[in-house]
């Protein structure tokens, strides 16, 4: 059984490294934008801006390299994903747990692998099907989020993605973004 300490160690360790790789290949000057999902960025002066996004959800979300973004996010949301599985199997694995505990702990490890399969899945075809440079989905409760790495996503472009990850996912509130390629 994993101790809580190794976890945090380990999580606090990944993040030292990308944010060391980061900083190792970050732009010179004042690049970088603070990134938040409603819609709104840091100016280089510290005001508030708002992002061109319009009523399709697709927005800018950094002027970091787009590389970079990726990264990142795909390694946030698979440490949050290692931890998730930590957890469940240190339930299957106690033998303080009962077997009630014990198949909830299962099913949830088996609805995390699911998830991301069919993240994976749509990635893939959203990729596929209009030949982006890359693409990232992250699904979280009943959101999805569609991380798309072009310059501009137009509204027919965002309808399809999200009829894909209706397909995929069934009813869930779709948010799809673009990442404008450096």
């Known amino acids: ?14 993040l030292m490294i990308v944010l060391s790789v980061y900083y190792m290949t970050a732009p010179e000057g004042d690049e970088m934008t603070f990134i938040n999902d409603d819609g709104w ?7 508030e801006a708002s992002t061109d996004g319009d009523a399709t959800g697709d927005t800018v979300i950094s002027q970091m390299s787009t590389d970079e973004m990726f990264v990142a996010l795909r390694m946030e949301a698979e440490n949050k ?15 303080n747990s009962s077997s009630k505990e014990k198949n909830e702990a299962l099913e ?3 609805q995390l692998q699911e998830m991301q399969h069919k993240e994976s899945v749509l990635e893939t075809n959203i990729q596929a099907n209009a030949e982006y440079e890359d693409v ?3 699904a979280e409760d009943e959101k999805v989020h569609v991380t798309v790495k072009a310059n501009e996503l137009s509204n027919q472009e965002t309808n399809a993605i999200m009829k894909m ?9 779709v948010i799809v973004q673009f990442q404008p390629q450096s």
């Open 81 to 95: 994903r290692d931890e998730l599985h930590e957890m469940y199997s240190s339930i299957v694995a106690s033998t």
């Open 136 to 138: 990232l989905v992250r």
């Open 165 to 173: 990850v209706y397909d995929e996912f069934g009813e869930k509130t």
């Open 1 to 14: 059984m994993v101790k809580k300490q190794t976890v945090w160690l380990l999580t606090m360790l990944s």
């Open 108 to 110: 949830q490890m088996q």
């Open 41 to 47: 960025e840091l100016n280089e002066d510290g005001e």
